[in-house]
C-alpha cells in the first residue's frame, strides 16, 4: 500500500488546512484510514480514524475543531482542520491500517508539515 498526502502548510492561529491522503496498491475493503502526528520531541500521537464503515475515533485535543471524512470509492481520505492552534503545529502521517484474520498492518505516508503562528 502506498500513501500519498497533501495539503499541509503555514496558516494563522485561527485559520484552516484540508489533508487528503490517497491509498494506491494492495488495498483491502476492510481497512482505518486515518492521521497521526508528531510534534519535535513528542511521539506520535492520534489525531482522527475512520474506518470503512464509516466509524470515527478522535484525539480529544481536536474534537469539535477537526473533521475527517473518506471517498471510499477513491480511496482517499480528508481532513478538515478548523480553529487552528500553534499546538497543532507537527508534522501529520497519514496512516493505512489494513485487518483481516491474520492481524492488522500499518502503512504510514511520508507526513506532511503543518505549521499554525500565533
Known amino acids: 500500500v502506498q500513501l500519498q498526502a497533501s495539503g499541509g502548510g503555514l496558516v494563522q492561529a485561527g485559520g484552516s488546512l484540508r489533508l487528503s491522503c490517497t491509498a494506491s496498491g494492495s488495498i483491502s475493503s476492510i481497512n482505518v484510514m486515518g492521521w497521526y502526528r508528531q510534534a519535535p520531541g513528542k511521539q506520535r500521537e492520534l489525531v482522527a480514524t475512520?474506518?470503512?464503515?464509516?466509524?470515527?475515533d478522535y484525539a480529544d485535543s481536536v474534537k469539535e475543531r477537526f473533521t475527517i471524512s473518506r471517498d471510499n470509492a477513491k480511496n482517499t481520505v480528508y481532513l478538515q482542520m478548523n480553529s487552528l492552534k500553534p499546538e497543532d503545529t507537527a508534522v501529520y502521517y497519514c496512516n493505512y491500517r489494513k485487518t483481516g484474520l491474520w492481524g492488522s498492518n500499518d502503512y504510514w505516508g511520508q507526513g506532511t508539515q503543518v505549521t499554525v503562528s500565533s
Open positions: 475512520m474506518s470503512s464503515s464509516r466509524s470515527t
